[in-house]
């Protein structure tokens, strides 16, 4: 079955420093990729969507200069986020529509296994 | 989009059928049903999509009445690994649009 690749799976880093996180696609080309944060508890919230070959669009309230997206190629979306801060800890997950029609059709995706984000 | 509501908890013990009913009374017609579970850190997991009638596969069945106002998930004989979060969406299909994420229901399954 499809597979999305989430890396890292988790990553401490100093307030300050910036943090990439990389969603890949394994066995499926993705024109469309979907980042979520969940904080403990709580539920996934969209955070923005990558479009492949153009600009991501964000929700509202989420920063695009501090969360950037890129999606380069058909297999990659990468989410950086800048200067990271305590309050950015969070879960991050990405999400991507597979290609087969069946599935996507009914927009079933599959989702990356997640990055823990911790920041000091 | 459709106003979701599930339960926010749910107890069950091992070997015991569980039913999740989800309300979705705002429904459109072009709407699919689809649940979702996800364990403690990890990406959720497609588990079971319907659109009317019953649905159902290897893990679990999905029954949607007439009017498509709720549906209910039901996972016969749960065992501790189905402790998990169930996230009850409903959602137009064309590919590629954004998930909508409600607050899920946390099934505890007890030894």
């Known amino acids: 079955g499809a597979v999305v690749s989430q890396h890292p799976s988790w990553v401490i880093c100093k307030s300050g420093t910036s943090v990439k996180i990389e969603c890949r696609s394994l066995?499926?080309?993705?024109?469309?990729m979907f980042w979520y944060r969940q904080f403990p508890k709580q539920s996934l919230m969209l955070m923005a969507t990558?479009?492949?070959?153009?600009?991501?669009?964000?929700e509202q309230g989420v920063e695009k200069d501090k969360f950037l997206i890129n999606h380069a190629s058909l297999t990659l979306s990468t989410l950086t986020v800048t200067s990271a801060h305590p309050e950015d800890s969070s879960f991050y997950i990405c999400s991507a529509p597979p290609a087969r029609d069946s599935l996507r059709a009914k927009n079933i995706q599959y989702f990356g296994a997640g990055t823990r984000l911790s920041v000091l | 989009l459709a106003k979701i509501t599930q339960p926010i908890s749910m107890d069950s013990y091992e070997g015991q059928e569980v039913n999740i009913t989800c309300s979705h009374n705002n429904i459109a017609t072009n709407d699919y049903i689809t649940w979702y579970q996800q364990f403690p850190s990890q990406g959720p997991r497609f588990i079971i999509q319907g659109y009317k009638t019953k649905v159902t596969n290897e893990v679990a069945s999905l029954f949607i009445p007439a009017d498509r106002k709720s549906s209910t998930l039901s996972l016969p004989r749960v065992s501790l690994s189905d402790t998990a979060v169930y996230y009850c969406?409903?959602?137009?299909?064309?590919?590629?649009?954004?998930?909508?994420f409600g607050g899920g229901t946390r099934l505890m399954v007890k030894p």
């Open positions: 990558s479009n492949e070959g153009s600009k991501a669009t964000y």
């Open positions: 066995d499926f080309q993705a024109t469309t």
């Open positions: 969406l409903v959602g137009e299909g064309n590919a590629g649009n954004m998930l909508t």
